[in-house]
């Protein structure tokens, strides 16, 4: 059975939302589509919400978290410097998310000609 695209172009524009629970419902989508066309903005949001310390990992650990599942379903290389990044951060409070960011660059490394 073959995915209807339409939804997920309709969904990408909704990275454009300013809040982490609407990213989070469209990363989870977007990864069940495994829409390729969705990973450079998922990437974008892993670059641009790093976590500093453990005050600033409160919201954005499940938020990575779950942008990581998404790449790894999807499992398109372009992901694997922003999800290595991630499993690499340093300290504690990166503990959450690096789980399924190690996992993501194992399906991403997996999917390489």
């Known amino acids: ?3 209807n695209p ?8 909704l990275f454009t939302a ?3 629970l609407l990213y989070g419902a469209v990363d989870r989508i977007l990864g069940a589509l495994r829409d390729r066309a969705s990973v450079p903005a998922m ?3 892993l670059e641009d919400n790093p976590i500093k310390n453990a005050l600033d990992s409160i919201g954005k650990e499940d938020f990575l978290q779950t942008t990581a ?3 790894g379903k999807i499992g398109d290389p372009l992901a694997i410097p922003a999800l290595a990044k991630l499993v ?3 300290g504690d409070h990166n503990d959450r ?6 996992d993501a660059l194992a399906s991403c ?4 000609p």
Request: charged share 10%; aromatic share 4%; net charge positive.
């Open 1 to 3: 059975m073959r995915l």
């Open 6 to 13: 339409y939804p997920a172009l309709a969904l990408g524009v």
């Open 18 to 20: 300013s809040t982490s």
């Open 43 to 45: 990437i974008k949001i």
């Open 69 to 71: 599942v998404a790449l």
């Open 88 to 90: 690499t951060a340093p």
């Open 97 to 102: 998310p690096r789980p399924a960011a190690a």
């Open 109 to 112: 490394l997996a999917s390489m």
